[in-house]
């Protein structure tokens, strides 16, 4: 696989101020050129401000071998804003005359990068953002490949009021503290969808890439995991997936357990709450009776099954014999029963 070849453009105010207001640290850029060297190999390096504002962060940036940008503050002008526009430009100017570098990092939680990003992607480039949680647009994580929050990048030391208290150890085996019903949901329906439109094998490296395409700040990190490989293990342990390394050590084939993804339990609780729904003389409507299994099972949901929604999780129920279903004028909807 041929290596990316990454440009970095920081947005220095946007992050510096940031990272002292938000998070009570002084910036500094080592954890994020760790996060990119394990990307790619980083080719231009460059920090947009006025440095007179900045003098004590000039050495760490230089010992990083970043290039600084001058942005000197003109009296009337707004220096923010010549920085982006002279950021924006350079970033252009290096897609257009380098075609190599096939990776940006915008580093900055601004929307007023969104228009860049946008543009960068229809080049054909991969633009990954970097910012701070509360400082960082909506607008922006959304339009990029990929986004980086500072604050969960190792190395970063956020300074807490509150003393940390020490935790027990916990067995490597043991459930993370995190709660990952969601994380399962979401990995589940995203396999799924892959295995849907694809015609061959799904690697887990395609399903990080999927989940990213979903949500660029997907982050393993978030739901105690070190790395996507130990995350897609901890479900293979819990027989939600099967993993087998045919091929790309490392990188293995994911698909679902050959005995179904525990569907049939939910299957049975959808026929028992039909049934009893239909002994007590009432005619099944499909609407409303996800309401009625989740009387029975609070925690119920078709994602974590793999079906984008719950008409196709009753169709999936009458294919295999749980229910019958059908189209009901006089109802204007769809009418569950019990298979005969």
């Not at 453009?9 to 996060?35: C, M, T």
């Not at 231009?44 to 760490?60: G, I, K």
């Not at 190599?100 to 054909?124: A, W």
């Not at 500072?150 to 970063?156: F, I």
Request: hydrophobic residues 40%; proline residues 4%; aromatic residues 10%.
């Amino acid at each position: 696989m041929e290596e990316e070849r990454i440009a970095v453009f920081i947005d220095y105010e946007n992050l510096a101020i940031g990272a002292r207001e938000d998070l009570g640290v002084q910036f500094d850029f080592k954890p994020i050129a760790d996060a990119l060297a394990e990307r790619g190999r980083v080719v231009v390096r460059r920090a947009y401000a006025d440095w007179t504002y900045f003098e004590s962060d000039r050495r760490m940036l230089v010992d990083s071998q970043v290039e600084l940008i001058e942005i000197p503050q003109r009296r009337g002008a707004v220096r923010k804003n010549a920085a982006d526009i002279k950021m924006a430009v350079d970033a252009l100017e290096l897609a257009f005359e380098r075609e190599y570098v096939t990776t940006f990092v915008i580093c900055s939680g601004d929307s007023d990068f969104t228009p860049l990003v946008h543009k960068m992607r229809e080049l054909n480039r991969r633009v990954i953002g970097v910012g701070l949680k509360a400082s960082t647009s909506m607008l922006l994580p959304a339009a990029c490949d990929e986004f980086l929050f500072y604050e969960n990048l190792a190395g970063v030391e956020v300074k807490t009021r509150a003393p940390k208290q020490r935790r027990p150890k916990e067995s490597p085996k043991e459930t993370p503290p995190v709660d990952t019903d969601a994380l399962e949901a979401l990995i589940i329906s995203t396999l799924t969808g892959l295995l849907r439109t694809g015609d061959g094998q799904v690697r887990a490296s395609a399903v990080k890439r999927a989940l990213l395409r979903k949500d660029p700040t997907f982050t393993e990190a978030d739901f105690g995991f070190r790395a996507f490989g130990e995350l897609m293990k901890y479900l293979a342990e819990r027989k939600i997936v099967v993993l087998d390394d045919e091929g790309a050590i490392g990188d293995p084939v994911v698909s679902f357990p050959a005995k179904g993804r525990g569907e049939q339990e939910a299957f049975g609780l959808l026929a028992d709450v039909v049934s009893t729904l239909q002994g007590s003389g009432e005619r099944v409507s499909l609407s409303g009776l996800k309401n009625e299994i989740r009387k029975q099972d609070s925690q119920f949901s078709e994602r974590r099954f793999g079906y984008s929604g719950f008409l196709q999780f009753v169709k999936a129920a009458q294919a295999r014999g749980f229910v019958e279903f059908a189209w009901n004028d006089e109802a204007d909807d769809y009418v569950v029963s019990t298979a005969t």
